[in-house]
C-alpha cells in the first residue's frame, strides 16, 4: 500500500477508513481502493492540501449516506447472528453502574433492574440467535 | 494464554456472560437500606464485576497492541 504524505489527504483517508466500517467487506473494500486511489492521484498531481480537504468536506453527507445505505441492511442482516446482542449485553449493567454511582440509591433502582433483567435478557436473545443459526447451518 | 488472543470472539462473549452474571449476582442481598446475612454474596459479585469489566478493557487493550505490532512486523518484512 503507498504511503500518503500530506496531512489532509491522510485525515481524509482516516475519515474513509472509518464511515467505510460498517459496511461488508467486499463493499468497503471497494470504496477504500477507489479512495485510496483518488488520494494518491491528487498527492502525485502535486494538488493543494486545502482542495483536497473541501473535497473531503464537501463528500461527508454522501459519504454517510453511502454507508447508511451499505450498513443498513447488514445491520438487519446482523440482527439474525448473537453478535449485536452480545455487544449490548454489557451496556445494560454498565449504564446501572454508572447511574448508581451518580444519584441516590432509590432513584437508580428502577436503573439496577434494568441492568440486570436487560443484560440477561440480551444474553438470552443471543443464546436464540446462535440456536437458530446452528439449527439452519 | 495464547488461544485467548486466537479466539478474540469465544473470549468476549465469556467476559460479557462474566460481566452480566456478576452484576446479576451483586443484588443478592443488596436492599438499599441494611445489611442482611446474605450481603456478602451481593459484594463478591459487585467486586467481580469491577473485575471482569477491568478484564475487557486490558483484553482490548492488549488485542489493539497485538494488532499494532503485528501490522508493523508485517510491514517491516514486505
Not at chain 1, 491522510?10 to 467486499?26: E, F, G, K, S
Not at chain 1, 447488514?74 to 451518580?102: K, M, N
Request: positive net charge; glycine residues 8%; hydrophobic residues 50%.
Amino acid at each position: 500500500m503507498t504511503t500518503l504524505t500530506y496531512r489532509a489527504s491522510r485525515l481524509a483517508w482516516l475519515w474513509c477508513v472509518a464511515y467505510t466500517t460498517v459496511t461488508p467487506r467486499d463493499t468497503r473494500q471497494r470504496r477504500r481502493d477507489e479512495i485510496r486511489s483518488h488520494l494518491w492521484e491528487s498527492e502525485a498531481t502535486r494538488l493543494p492540501s486545502r482542495t483536497v480537504a473541501f473535497a473531503a468536506l464537501r463528500g461527508v453527507h454522501h459519504d454517510l449516506a453511502w454507508a447508511a445505505a451499505g450498513g443498513a441492511a447488514r445491520f438487519l442482516r446482523s440482527l439474525g447472528t448473537p453478535t449485536p446482542y452480545v455487544a449490548a449485553a454489557p451496556l445494560f449493567p454498565i449504564q446501572a453502574w454508572i447511574v448508581s454511582a451518580t444519584v441516590s440509591a432509590r432513584t437508580a433502582g428502577p436503573f439496577e433492574f434494568l441492568g440486570m433483567a436487560g443484560g440477561g435478557a440480551m444474553l438470552a436473545a443471543a443464546a436464540a440467535a446462535w440456536l437458530l443459526t446452528r439449527h439452519r447451518g | 494464554m495464547q488461544r485467548l488472543f486466537d479466539r478474540p470472539k469465544v473470549t468476549y462473549v465469556a467476559l460479557v456472560v462474566m460481566i452480566v452474571g456478576f452484576f446479576a449476582l451483586s443484588s443478592v442481598g443488596n436492599t438499599g437500606d441494611k445489611d442482611t446475612n446474605v450481603t456478602w454474596i451481593g459484594n463478591i459479585g459487585w467486586a467481580l464485576f469491577l473485575v471482569s469489566i477491568l478484564l475487557t478493557i486490558v483484553y482490548t487493550v492488549t488485542l489493539a497492541v497485538r494488532a499494532v505490532m503485528r501490522r508493523r512486523r508485517d510491514g517491516a518484512t514486505v
